[in-house]
């Protein structure tokens, strides 16, 4: 398994942090880089949830695999290049005096597979690039909500 993490302090409740994030179909309405998006499956929360998005020219599917409301989300990523194969992206939101702390961690199963090794830290560069994206972008939606708020 291989993973990477990056995190940021929020000025902004879990519970305030959690409702965008829990808006699962609308992840194009806080990530810039992300075209579109929708709900492929007739549940809205909840473990089983089920979304589309577009990146460019690249298709992901994304399946919730943990809703623990204010505290983690957490989805299986289908679509990544087929030695890739199927990441997870889980979120962790930590309440903090000033407001909280988000993390968010991508992992890729690796195995023992040295070509797979090497091409997984070559999508992690990219995914933690689109991680430090949708980091800023939720900040920056739920900073602006809470002081129209």
């Known amino acids: 398994m291989s993973s990477v993490e990056r995190s940021r302090s929020v000025a902004a409740t879990p519970d305030e942090v959690w409702h965008v994030l829990a808006q699962f179909g609308e992840i194009d309405m806080w990530v810039p880089m992300i075209q579109h998006s929708c709900l ?17 020219r690249q298709t992901l599917v ?3 695999t943990t809703w623990e409301p ?3 989300l957490a989805y299986d990523i289908e679509g990544l290049p087929p030695m890739v194969g199927t ?7 930590e309440p903090t005096a000033g407001g909280c702390h988000v993390t968010l961690t991508t992992e890729i199963a690796t195995g023992r597979n040295p070509v797979k090794l090497v091409i997984a830290k070559k999508v992690h560069e990219r995914m933690s690039m689109a991680s430090d994206f949708m980091l ?9 909500e809470d002081s129209h708020g």
């Open 62 to 64: 994304e399946r919730v």
């Open 136 to 144: 800023t972008g939720l900040a920056s939606t739920v900073e602006q």
């Open 87 to 93: 990441a997870r992206n889980t979120w962790r939101i």
């Open 40 to 56: 492929l499956s007739e549940q809205t929360e909840g473990v089983g949830t089920v979304r589309r998005i577009q990146i460019g």
């Open 70 to 72: 204010p505290h983690t």
